[in-house]
């Protein structure tokens, strides 16, 4: 990992109040998997103060891309910056989605958590069998819909909270239906903790391997300032950013 | 060039930089950005006796140029900590410095004691100021009669160099500050974080499980400034400032104030290679300002 200047290539709206930044690095282009993620400042000043983690969505080096959504004065920052503008960045950091050959592999995305589980696709749809599921709040906030369409997988299913434009529903409606229909053995997900406490009580005791990609508000992004942490279900806390941000299901205490 | 060297009389420091305790990790997690041998020195991550999980997150809130913590000195615990000491400092001879951490003076001294038989750390930091542990966010630091007490212990009892670090949380800074000197300290490290409150209006709670948070980062510096001047005024002991030290500049008004050495706290978790940015930005301001060395200002203020 490193921290460098990363000159912005392209900084545009996806759709509503998100936008899709490609970032120039070798380093981070070239070392980054699906799990990693980046501490990106959003201003040159001391305000705000911290960096802002995002997951990398995809990589095609010498350039990487991040999404957000504009809900702050940090993305709104962010949002502002133009082409060849210089950003400070620190990165590929945290751990990664185990990596594997001829699985039958269901990712399962909520809302902005489709950073990594893009980035899977894209990297391991050719080895592995993948499925998708993928919801939000509403189709505005369902993203990247059309690029994940341009892989082959062997089923997609998408919802949202109130029925816009998709199924209405949550990722959980249908999963034990597709992870049977599918012969899935291993999920990775991303998305908000209560899609996480909802995917554990769903399908937590099926006895596949579930990895999540948890989300924090993050001090530092490599372990030294102990700030971003979850309650493990040994007792002890666990940093999302050095210990994972990809951690086996069961490692986690759900509260549900 | 400039002699960047920082004398604290019982060790000669290559330059005057030291990322702070609770900003730097073991050391060993910079590794990866730096060499940890451009530093003056560096102070690990404070220790209890035991090992320790922390607080209840949230752990941090940001404010404007500034940080709230409430992290709770999460932590192996001082055994546990003699081998990451180990594998560190066999991969720099920048001095170590350890900050220790007690419940009462009985558990200073413990921890010190641990410590104090280690070749491969230099010197202990005693905190005694910490805000996030204590009920109320007390401290020997809030009277000089119990900061004597504990430095004296420590200095009984144990040989490496004492660095006192004192709270800004109390009426009378300097005062605590010559307990410390009084009680044979070798030298003082100041500020520790401002205690502060963060409120979340909706739910109408304090963000904080522990209520209060100290705040560290830029926003703190004319604070901390004013008051190493005033400790520096105080003693005649070596003083080390912290808070919210940013660039070369800032580091040559802390020694303007009278510090001989100073600590990087916040700048380290927002920017890994921050504390090497601010060395080279010292010694080229030194340049530019003609500053031969440190000791040429400190304390020099034409007033």
Redesign the interface.
Known sequence: MKEEACRVITNTIIQGRYYLMKLESSHISENSKPGNFVMVAVSGSNDPLLKRPFGIFKTDPPYFYIYYEVVGKGSELLASKMTGDLVMVVGPLGNTFPEYENENILLVGGGRGIAPLYFAIEQYSGSNNLSLIYGARSKDDLLFTEEIGKFALKEKAFYTDDGSGFTKGQVTTDIKEIIERNGINITFSCGPDKMFESLNSEIGSLGISNFVSMEAFMGCGFGICYSCVVKGSDGKYKKVCSDGPVFRMEEIKWQI | MADLTADLGFIKLKNPVIPAS????YGG??L??FDLDLLGAFVMKGVYSEER??NE????W?T????L?S?GL?GPGAEGLRGIIKEVASKTSTPIIVNVCGGNDEEYLEVARVLDVMEEVAMLELNISCPNVRSGGSCPAQSPSDTKKVVRLLKENTKKPLIVKLSPNVSDVPSVARAAEEAGADAISVVNTFLGLALDVKNRKPVFKNFFAGLS??AIKPLALKIVWEVAEAVNIPVIGIGGI?TGRDVLEFILAGATAIQTG?V??????GSVRIINETLELMDELKIDNLEEIRGGLNI
């Open positions: 609770g900003t730097f990790g997690e910079f990866q950005f999980g922390g997150p949230p752990r941090i940001e404007p140029s500034g940080l913590n992290i999460a980062g830029p940013m916040t380290n978790i927002i920017e890994p290679t």
